[in-house]
């Protein structure tokens, strides 16, 4: 008998909470019947012919807060309510422009329809900022949000990409919640936005452009990635290098991410390279359209592709962003209107679109130019693929950190001088110690199909995945690592209670 895949009007419209806590499990098969359809997402309705544009440009405006243990009697809040609650502390005084920040695009995408322009723009919210903003009431701002990403007449202009639930950096997350992750964000934004706008999420913006260039943990990555339905990833252009190891060459086009790990197994991924290093006056002042209209055609395979400049920014940190960015992207999108209303010459496309648009052209991601993460091929230099173990692994490894002291396996971001491991040994320790308490208590109760809908799984999952919040490492010492011990100990008590 022939099993036939729900549609999306068949599955149960997902409930944002459950039992007071974000709906962020306990519909994995729904989720996964949703996500791994292969139709093209933006192609049938994209307004883009291929060949009237001589080159493009994508940019992604990235946004977090994370949660803390902060609210009456240590509960779960969102670091912008704790913002609006402490004025005089830091940069809290930023809580009002921080939130108009996150629902402008809103506005700004249909007033630029309105009047005959063609925008686009990519959002990368984590499931954290989401969740803080309806804790503390901001109906407005997911609602503003919701009308660019189900309504129609806006959502070719606006792409989501996928991200880890709790901006969780991945090359120190423990593999085992590498997915848990992904498919938690998965859950809750299908909660707020629908199972037809989660079906278009296709692209994956990891936290801090942080790659894993530990083999093992870079192919887990992928595979996760892949088993959940993500089509390409971006990555910053120093966290990959040739399987030669050299820098890339020319990064205005897809490139495919290959992760070989100790057992010998290989995978791979479509990446679209973020150029440049971490400057959100990049996007602000909208340098990705400047530098695509000194660009030309290129080939791939035997096709002639316009190329793409891909840049993410923070969408609301800086005064850049917050006070430059409405300019400089409206102005941009009017100038491009004047050549055949911005489908014409440069023009604006998002990641999946413009990837549907040159492989309905001819293009075979098995065409793009290969790339692995950085230091890998010193790895390879000593290993045989093809006859690869994991002491094998291990023991080339340890060699190279002897020899090498430029080399590392603790991956690459747009931070390039910040490690994430070493010097947060205090933060990184219990984390791996709580995530492995989490698999030795859950894992053998697997079996039971009802225990991702359990209150107590719900709530074990949600304090696992936030201890592992990049925000408690990137800020150091003292109150973030505070925040962090904090939960760490609730998680464990909850753990040795429930389960």
């Not at 009697?73 to 913002?83: A, C, D, F, S």
């Not at 910040?418 to 697997?446: C, R, T």
């Not at 962090?484 to 429930?498: G, P, T």
Request: some cysteine; proline content about 6%; charged content about 20%.
């Amino acid at each position: 008998m022939v099993s036939i895949a729900p549609t999306l009007t068949d599955l149960p419209k997902l409930e944002e909470f459950a039992q007071g806590l974000p709906n962020i499990c306990g519909w994995e098969n729904a989720v996964r019947s949703v996500v791994q359809r292969n139709e093209p997402v933006f192609l049938p309705i994209t307004n883009i012919r291929l060949e009237d544009i001589s080159a493009a440009f994508a940019i992604a405006l990235h946004m977090h807060q994370p949660t803390i243990p902060a609210g009456p009697n240590g509960e779960y809040i969102g670091h912008l309510q704790y913002m609006f609650e402490h004025t005089g502390e830091g940069d809290n005084h930023n809580a009002g422009p921080f939130s108009w920040c996150y629902s402008r695009m809103g506005e700004f995408i249909p007033e630029l329809i309105a009047n005959g322009c063609n925008p686009r723009v990519m959002l990368d919210y984590s499931g954290n900022l989401l969740w803080g903003l309806r804790q503390m009431g901001r109906h407005d701002v997911i609602d503003s949000l919701k009308r660019i990403t189900c309504d129609p007449q806006y959502y070719l202009h606006v792409e989501w990409l996928g991200t880890m639930w709790s901006h969780a950096v991945v090359p120190s997350t423990p593999l085992p919640d590498l997915k848990l992750h992904i498919q938690a964000w998965q859950h809750y934004f299908a909660s707020i936005f629908g199972w037809e706008a989660l079906a278009r999420v296709k692209g994956f913006s990891p936290p801090e452009m942080h790659l894993p260039n530990h083999p093992d943990t870079l192919f887990e990555f992928i595979k996760a990635l892949k088993e959940s339905g993500y089509r390409w990833i971006m990555v910053q252009e120093h966290s990959v290098e040739t399987l030669e190891g050299h820098s890339l060459g020319y990064k205005h086009l897809p490139h495919r991410l290959i992760a070989r790990n100790s057992h010998g197994e290989t995978t791979s991924i479509t990446a679209l390279i973020k150029t440049q290093g971490s400057d959100t006056k990049l996007v602000a002042q909208m340098q990705p359209y400047y530098e695509a209209k000194t660009l030309s055609k290129q080939q791939i395979g035997s096709v002639n592709v316009p190329p793409i400049v891909t840049q993410i920014g923070d969408g609301e940190n800086g005064g850049v962003m917050m006070n430059e960015f409405p300019d400089g992207f409206k102005r941009t999108t009017y100038e491009i209107a004047q050549n055949n209303g911005g489908k014409s010459g440069t023009v604006a496309l998002n990641g999946t679109e413009y990837l549907e648009l040159i492989e309905a052209a001819g293009c075979s991601p098995e065409d793009y130019s290969p790339c692995q993460a950085v230091q890998q091929h010193k790895i390879w230099q000593r290993l045989d693929p093809e006859n690869v173990t994991p002491e094998k692994m291990a023991e080339a490894i340890a060699q190279l950190q002897q020899e090498d002291h430029q080399f590392h396996v603790d991956g690459s971001s747009w931070t390039n001088n910040l490690n994430w491991v070493q010097g947060y040994e205090n933060v990184v320790g219990p984390m791996n110690s709580l995530s492995a308490l989490f698999h030795e208590k859950i894992d053998p109760l697997l079996g039971d199909e009802t225990l991702t809908q359990q209150p107590r799984y719900r709530q074990a999952l949600l304090n696992n995945l936030l201890t592992q919040t990049s925000c408690f490492r990137y800020w150091g010492q003292g109150m973030w690592t505070d925040f962090a011990r904090s939960i760490y100990n609730r998680a464990i008590n909850q753990l040795n209670n429930d389960f």
